[in-house]
């Protein structure tokens, strides 16, 4: 008696896509092929350009066509070349058989309509349930995908929800149909820990329930270690190694996932500096091998002694909440709530919690960007509170900020030149331009670009690239002090890890003293010399980065702590 071998339910061979353009035709993805077995997990790993996103939206066949096209290439399911499928079979397949989960909530649900009733359209669509049926359905799954209050919050508009909740309920439409295979593309990137952890487990549970395959796109390499049967590593479109999980991590054999591996920030044992992709593959593709130098342990200097810079002593800032209709303050919401720390020169100190927990506030009420309700602000022992207008301008080109998103915070009609100008011109409107483009030149030099992209728009550069920018302008009035709010969480792997040794590089050069606010406890842990975890506005626990990680005091900071992925 034969054993019948099962087909695989995905199968990809030599797929292409291209994009053509005015500057020429762009390979996006290049002779790919792989499987998903059924109820296997499959990890899609790369940095973004990587092709990725495309190879999932070639597989639902959502690429626009202009520009995109998939000359060559099959995406087999179940016997089925999707590629071949009039759109009325297409269509019946997407949503039920094979469902997508987005990396941003927010712009793929709509906003006008309740989220119950985006869960139901789909039940209504595929499943032909009635208007009752398919609004239960969709309770229930809110309530399968860990949303406290479902029966409430079926009724809740998706700016109503945080974005955790807005991830789940983007997992509970894409599980409505019970889908053979889902795919998720980056869906914790732009998640807290504690949240990632939770979505993480979610879709570990559902796939269990449901009997469903999963392919897992992300760039980080630790998000899938407990979550991927196997790994498919991309690189500028193709794919560089495939392997297990455990294969990938205990010895990678391409440098490319090598270096993935290793510029992630450990919680021990980091380099001096992190090591990047750079550190193990040329530009041109050639093996490289890190030197002993960089190999080198962190050693953190003890900054106990250096003077005080910022001392905050009782710091509050609360936002009302209003309601009736002559909008009468009914409670407050505590952003920040009695909180009070000093900063010494040239140290970092961390800041970690949850989404909401009050870290941004704190970081804007600093700097007076935020009206503070009541506390002190002392900046090298100058009330920041108790400014003129035109005092409080002198005293900023002392305070900087770097943003989360650089794109949202560079005018997009400026080019680069011109906006890293534009502080020079409001601080040292004394100096002649000629001498200001040329600070200019030596800053975009400072953190790694070419001078020759100063006439160029903020729209042709990588998120990298604009958050290197960003990290110019800030620089641009020689600063003491910058408060760096989430400015790495957004980027890849390798790109962060640039950054942060960027912004040590800087640290040392300049004398610089940062506040650096993160949910990455990895990455605050690498960068920091003290950390404070927030909680409802409150500092809960403040000490050195190596205490807080080894010995944490506080059963939230060792709830932030186990959210980690661990990886191998």
């Keep these: 008696m034969t054993e019948t071998i099962q087909q695989p339910l995905l199968s990809i061979n030599n797929l292409c896509v291209e994009f053509r353009t005015q500057q020429g035709v762009t390979q996006a993805v290049d002779d790919l092929s792989f499987e998903i077995k059924h109820g296997q997990t499959v990890g899609l790993v790369g940095e973004s350009g990587s092709g990725k996103s495309v190879t999932a939206l070639s597989i639902l066949r959502l690429?626009?066509?202009?520009?995109?096209?998939?000359?060559?290439?099959?995406?087999?399911?179940?016997?089925?070349?999707?590629?071949?499928?009039?759109?009325?079979?297409?269509?019946?397949?997407?949503?039920?058989?094979?469902?997508?989960?987005?990396?941003?909530?927010?712009?793929?649900?709509?906003?006008?309509?309740?989220?119950?009733?985006?869960?139901?359209?789909?039940?209504r669509l595929h499943k032909k349930l009635s208007k009752k049926k398919a609004w239960q359905r969709a309770t229930e799954l809110l309530d399968l995908v860990g949303i406290p209050d479902p029966q409430k919050r079926v009724r809740f508009y998706p700016h109503e929800l945080s974005g955790g909740q807005k991830q789940r309920v983007m997992i509970a439409m894409a599980i409505a149909c019970e889908p053979k295979l889902l795919i998720c593309d980056e869906p914790t990137t732009a998640l807290?820990?504690?949240?990632?952890?939770?979505?993480?487990?979610?879709?570990?549970?559902?796939?269990?329930?449901?009997?469903?395959?999963?392919?897992?796109?992300?760039?980080?390499?630790?998000?899938?270690?407990?979550?991927?049967?196997?790994?498919?590593?991309?690189?500028?479109?193709?794919?560089?190694?495939?392997?297990?999980?455990?294969e990938i991590f205990s010895h990678a054999k391409h440098p490319y996932s090598?270096?993935?591996?290793?510029?992630?920030?450990?919680?021990?044992?980091?380099?001096?500096?992190?090591?990047?992709?750079?550190?193990?593959?040329?530009?041109?593709?050639?093996?490289?091998?890190?030197?002993?130098?960089?190999?080198?342990?962190?050693?953190?200097?003890?900054?106990?002694h250096n003077p005080v810079l910022l001392e905050v002593n009782n710091l509050k800032t609360y936002f009302p909440i209003r309601s009736g209709l002559f909008g009468r303050v009914k409670a407050h919401v505590k952003a920040v709530d009695d909180v009070s720390f000093t900063v010494r020169?040239?140290?970092?100190?961390?800041?970690?919690?949850?989404?909401?927990?009050?870290?941004?506030?704190?970081?804007?009420?600093?700097?007076?960007?935020?009206?503070?309700?009541?506390?002190?602000?002392?900046?090298?022992?100058?009330?920041?509170?108790?400014?003129?207008?035109?005092?409080?301008?002198?005293?900023?080109?002392?305070?900087?900020?770097?943003?989360?998103?650089?794109?949202a915070t560079l005018n997009p009609r400026m080019t680069i030149g011109h906006a890293i100008m534009e502080p020079l011109s409001i601080h040292h409107a004394a100096v002649g331009k000629q001498q200001n483009w040329q600070r200019v030149a030596e800053l975009i030099e400072q953190v790694g670009l070419n001078p020759d992209i100063l006439n160029r728009y903020p729209h042709e550069f990588s998120g990298g690239?604009?958050?290197?920018?960003?990290?110019?302008?800030?620089?641009?009035?020689?600063?003491?002090?910058?408060?760096?709010?989430e400015?790495?969480?957004?980027?890849?792997?390798?790109?962060?890890?640039?950054?942060?040794?960027?912004l040590l590089d800087l640290q040392e050069q300049h004398g610089l003293t940062y506040i650096f606010i993160s949910h990455d406890l990895s990455v605050v842990n690498f960068i920091a010399d003290r950390v404070g975890v927030m909680n409802q506005g409150k500092i809960v626990e403040l000490n050195t980065a190596e205490e807080i990680y080894r010995n944490p005091q506080k059963p939230y900071t060792q709830k932030l702590l186990d959210a980690i992925p661990k990886g191998f």
């Design 487 to 502: 400015s790495v969480s957004a980027l890849d792997v390798s790109v962060q890890a640039q950054v942060l040794n960027l």
């Design 345 to 407: 020169k040239g140290e970092t100190l961390g800041l970690v919690g949850e989404s909401g927990c009050g870290k941004t506030t704190l970081g804007r009420t600093i700097l007076n960007l935020q009206p503070a309700s009541s506390g002190q602000v002392l900046f090298d022992g100058v009330d920041v509170f108790a400014q003129t207008a035109a005092n409080m301008r002198q005293l900023r080109s002392r305070m900087q900020i770097i943003f989360q998103d650089p794109f």
């Design 63 to 123: 690429i626009q066509e202009p520009p995109g096209c998939i000359p060559a290439g099959q995406i087999v399911f179940e016997g089925q070349d999707l590629l071949q499928l009039p759109e009325k079979q297409l269509r019946k397949i997407r949503g039920n058989d094979i469902s997508m989960v987005f990396q941003e909530p927010m712009t793929s649900l709509n906003p006008v309509f309740r989220v119950g009733y985006q869960i139901a359209e789909v039940l």
């Design 258 to 304: 090598q270096g993935l591996l290793a510029c992630r920030p450990k919680l021990h044992d980091n380099p001096k500096r992190l090591l990047t992709v750079a550190d193990f593959m040329s530009e041109s593709g050639e093996a490289r091998q890190p030197s002993a130098e960089q190999l080198q342990p962190q050693i953190k200097s003890d900054k106990s």
């Design 465 to 485: 690239q604009r958050q290197r920018i960003a990290i110019a302008r800030a620089l641009a009035v020689n600063p003491e002090f910058i408060v760096c709010d």
């Design 192 to 246: 807290d820990v504690t949240i990632q952890k939770q979505v993480l487990a979610l879709l570990q549970r559902l796939q269990q329930e449901l009997s469903m395959s999963m392919l897992f796109i992300t760039h980080d390499l630790g998000v899938i270690a407990d979550l991927a049967d196997e790994v498919v590593v991309m690189y500028r479109s193709r794919k560089v190694e495939q392997a297990t999980t455990a």
